[in-house]
Structure formats: C-alpha cells, structure tokens
Nanobody, 126 residues
Framework: QVQLVESGGGLVQAGGSLRLSCAAS????????MGWFRQAPGKDREIVGS????????YLTAPVKGRFTISSDNAKNTVFLQMNSLKPEDTATYYCAAAEANPSAVKIRVSDYAYWGQGTQVTVSS
C-alpha cells in the first residue's frame, strides 16, 4: 500500500508557473513508477507525465513537453511536477499516482496505476 498527497495547486495567470508536489508514504518509493495525470471537466483523465521508480527516465505528453518537468526527491519520497508557461488549456484537477513496477518501467496508462492522490486544482486564467 502507498498513500499519496498532492499539494501546490492554485490560480495562476497564463504564462505563470506552479510546482506540484506529491508526498508518498507506505512501501519503498523506488518500487513504484510515479505518474501525474489531469482531468478537466467533462473530459477523460489523461497522462501528463511519469517517472520510473529508479528516477532515471521520465515521460511527458506532447502538449506539455518543453514546459513541464518531472523530478523527485527520493530522500523525502516526493515527486514534483514543475509547470512553466502555463496555458488556460492546462486548467484541470491534477492527480499523482503510483504503479507497482520494476525500476525501469515507464507507465502511461490510467489503468496501470493502482494508487491515487486526492487531486489538486490548477486554474490558469487568460
């Protein structure tokens, strides 16, 4: 079992930045692939990015490449999503998720993930 708690959401103007944090507790952090997803009203939940348990590889979906970065602090069992150059279309509830996986596996499907945080709202005004 792993518990996830997101923080760092809020209201920001277009072009601004936010950093989301996901604090994980429970089993060893390195045994899980970590993902960030988002869900806008009326839309399906979609991948934003993910990181392998080893932290050596990351994936970012095309709309956020060059603007968002995923990183981790293994000592604090925390994963971060740095979001720069935010756009109104980035407005959504953002979720952190964990998937049991080998250390080199990148997981990008919602169905890959068994553990989810409660979500944090990100609103980007134009």
């Amino acid at each position: 079992q792993v518990q996830l708690v997101e923080s760092g959401g809020g209201l920001v103007q277009a072009g601004g930045s936010l950093r989301l944090s996901c604090a994980a507790s429970g089993r060893t952090f390195r045994t899980y692939a970590m993902g960030w997803f988002r869900q806008a009203p009326g839309k399906d939940r979609e991948i934003v990015g993910s990181m392998t348990g080893s932290g050596r590889a990351t994936y970012l979906t095309a709309p956020v490449k060059g603007r968002f970065t995923i990183s981790s602090d293994n000592a604090k069992n925390t994963v971060f999503l740095q979001m720069n150059s935010l756009k109104p279309e980035d407005t959504a509830t953002y979720y952190c998720a964990a998937a049991e996986a080998n250390p080199s596996a990148v997981k990008i499907r919602v169905s890959d993930y068994a553990y989810w945080g409660q979500g944090t709202q990100v609103t980007v005004s134009s």
